[in-house]
């Protein structure tokens, strides 16, 4: 699975951005997929994520109200929607998918990772 983030910049605080992710490969395996960031000096964090299927989404708290993540499967793309940009929120967000392959005796899963885009917001 590879996948492709796109849509960061620079923007004001209480603005907005869109984030894509466009996933290609084995993504017919995908179960779930999220958004995480990492800020300068602090751990990288999950922001948003959704699971194929049931379509359940999950926020981090910081975001809920503001960030909405969402997909199209049919164009293997996932989005998150950021409004009322905080400077808090500068950081590389990465897109990340799950694929669980069933075996005879167990389950296995495995992470993919995009390659980051920055988003920052000036006061």
């Known amino acids: 699975v590879q996948l492709v983030e796109s849509g960061g910049g620079l923007v004001q605080s209480g603005g907005s951005l869109r984030l894509s992710c466009a996933a290609s490969g084995n993504t017919f395996t995908i179960n779930a997929m999220g958004w995480y960031r990492q800020a300068p000096g602090k751990q990288r964090e999950l922001v948003a994520g959704?699971?194929?299927?049931?379509?359940?989404?999950n926020y981090a708290d910081s975001v809920k109200g503001r960030f909405t993540i969402s997909r199209d499967n049919a164009k293997n793309t996932m989005y998150l929607q950021m409004n009322s940009l905080k400077p808090e929120d500068t950081a590389v967000y990465y897109c990340?998918?799950?694929?669980?392959?069933?075996?005879?005796?167990?389950?296995?899963?495995?992470?993919?990772w995009g390659q980051g885009t920055q988003v920052t917001v000036s006061s």
């Open positions: 990340h998918a799950r694929r669980t392959l069933i075996y005879s005796d167990k389950e296995v899963d495995y992470d993919y």
């Open positions: 959704v699971t194929f299927g049931t379509e359940e989404t």
